[in-house]
């Protein structure tokens, strides 16, 4: 059998080698190449198309610091933190100088009407040194002068110039993905969890947060359960009662957007199950109450904070099993990875279900 086996090689060889069209090759062909060169000319566009974006969001940035520094030693009025880059000296100097041209004005006012003969209404005004706003804002002078003294020069050590955007040639649709271990290079999995354990919807994003991914979530979930529900035809099945999220889905956005009932964290569970405990509240929410201000009167209520307990116990049982079925992604490429995380779901479920079904 070697023997045959090896007159057979022989002969394919030899026809490969003629050339005749003849042979029909089992050899793997070799890569060439062309695989890791597409994969860094992607990359390369990757770093590119982020360069460009802080460019611009620098750029947008610059142009608005210069234009507060303007209008800062124009004498108007400008709110918020001065934003750290080469105006931001300047601009604190402004800020001291206006001050101290607004704290004089009242002193040479009061001044007038003492010379005037008339009484003044009101206290007098302190001395320029003791004004509140002036001292607040010769600190943020000091502060302003420390920092550009400490910044750093061009002529740095070398890890000071190390690039900031990079990009993965092995799996350019990856990301840098911030983890309680460190960072790796991989995908923001996301799963959504019934109060049953069963896997309802998955989703796999190179979103480096989970605010963003709430909303398609809740979506995709809502679909799966419509699909259900359509399936039985029972009108108390399938129905979503409160979603519950911790606090790395806390937004705005979230908290206000329509869709089902949900309990979202706003801090950690220690501090969060002590509000409930010290400041208890009760009832529906204050009237006027922001969005973030009605969610945490919701969740330092008895029942909001007796039902977000739940949500440990009904997703993390769930994301142990998903890791233990799938530890890390084997495929390269957003959908492959979507597709790797489909097929561990769908374990999950038929081995949930097959221990929950009568012997």
Do not use: W
């Not at 009904?314 to 992604?329: A, C, S």
């Not at 279900?353 to 012997?359: F, K, S, T, V």
């Amino acid at each position: 059998m070697v023997t045959e086996a090896e007159q057979v090689d022989a002969a394919e060889d030899t026809a490969e080698d003629a050339g005749d069209g003849t042979a029909v090759s089992e050899r793997v062909p070799g890569s060439g190449g062309s695989g890791r060169r597409q994969r860094v000319r992607a990359a390369t566009e990757q770093v590119r198309r982020e360069l460009a974006r802080r460019e611009a969001v620098r750029h947008a940035a610059a142009e608005g610091a210069l234009e507060r520094r303007r209008r800062s030693e124009a004498g108007e009025p400008v709110r918020g933190r001065i934003p750290r880059g080469p105006h931001h000296l300047a601009e604190a100097h402004a800020h001291l100088a206006r001050e101290i041209g607004i704290h004089q004005a009242k002193l040479d006012r009061y001044g007038g009407l003492l010379a005037a003969g008339r009484k003044p209404m009101g206290r007098p005004p302190v001395p320029l040194e003791a004004s509140v706003r002036v001292v607040r804002a010769r600190r943020v002078v000091e502060a302003a002068e420390a920092a550009a003294a400490s910044a750093p020069t061009p002529d740095g050590p070398a890890a000071a110039n190390l690039p900031s955007v990079v990009a993965n040639t092995t799996d350019v649709q990856s990301r840098i993905m911030p983890t309680r271990k460190g960072f790796l290079q991989g995908y923001n999995a996301q799963l959504a969890v019934t109060s049953d354990h069963l896997i309802a919807a998955v989703a796999v994003s190179q979103s480096t947060t989970d605010q963003s991914l709430l909303l398609p979530m809740m979506h995709a979930a809502e679909l799966a359960a419509a699909r259900c529900h359509a399936t039985s035809g029972d009108d108390l099945a399938h129905q979503i009662g409160t979603v519950l999220a911790d606090a790395g889905y806390a937004s705005d956005a979230n908290l206000a957007a329509a869709g089902p009932e949900r309990l979202i964290a706003l801090a950690k569970r220690r501090d969060q199950a002590k509000a409930a405990t010290t400041e208890p509240a009760s009832g529906p929410p204050p009237a006027g109450s922001t969005p973030r201000q009605a969610m945490d009167h919701r969740l330092r209520t008895r029942e909001g904070a007796a039902l977000y307990k739940r949500r440990g116990a009904t997703v993390e049982p769930v994301i142990g099993n998903v890791k233990r079925i799938l530890d890390q992604f084997a495929r390269r490429g957003l959908d492959a990875a979507a597709s790797e995380l489909h097929l561990a779901a769908t374990a999950h479920n038929l081995k949930r279900i097959h221990r929950a079904a009568p012997a």
